[in-house]
């Protein structure tokens, strides 16, 4: 008898295990057809860099502080009502930028790009001094129609590569404060 108990546990244990596992799978597929946040980067408005380069913006049109700051910047509204006083398009996005202006409310851009709190980094120190280009650190994005989901990294190794390329200083504490 003591058996057969035993067995009817065995049995709803694996039951319990398989009917709870399947709840769990069916919950994480369902936020990820849902597009559920898993903190990502969600930008006030989904930015379409390509739509601007094609329009003969450069980076620096919009990220202006690149000559006198460490931070390239980022657009302010007085800097989107040059061109969008009055709507270009039809876009939904567009739409979301006049909602912005009618009300003079700043737009609140997420960082895109991230590097570790002991680096200190200087656009004006590398784009000036350094004569590099926006895309050798931030790739494609001018390429990119819509903003990427999720923080990007500059990586050490990448950094270490481009100073050895170009004969710049090297040391730990050029970088790191």
């Known amino acids: 008898m003591n058996r057969s ?3 009817r ?5 694996s039951r319990i295990f398989i009917f709870f596992g399947g709840a769990i799978l069916l919950i994480i597929v369902l936020a990820v057809i849902l597009g559920f946040d898993w903190g ?8 379409n860099h390509k739509i601007h380069a094609e329009n003969d913006l450069e980076c620096l049109d919009c990220h202006p502080y690149y000559k006198e700051h460490a931070s ?3 657009p302010t ?6 061109c969008h006083e009055e709507p270009l398009g039809e876009s939904k996005e567009e739409g979301k930028l ?41 790739g494609d994005i001018g390429e990119s ?7 990007l ?3 050490m190794n990448k950094c270490m590569k481009c100073h050895e390329e170009k004969e710049a200083d090297n040391d730990c504490i050029a970088c790191h404060k």
């Open 153 to 155: 990294k500059i990586t």
């Open 98 to 138: 006049i909602e912005y202006i009618k009300s003079g409310e700043e737009i609140d851009w997420e960082r895109l790009y991230r590097v570790p709190e002991d680096v200190y980094f200087s656009h004006r120190m590398h784009v000036i001094i350094g004569k590099i280009e926006c895309n050798i650190c931030h």
């Open 77 to 82: 509204l007085e800097t989107c009502l040059s």
């Open 145 to 151: 129609s819509r903003p990427p989901s999720k923080p």
């Open 72 to 74: 390239s910047g980022k």
């Open 40 to 47: 990502g980067v969600r930008q006030p408005i989904a930015f």
């Open 9 to 13: 546990i065995k049995v709803s244990s």
């Open 5 to 7: 108990i035993l067995g």
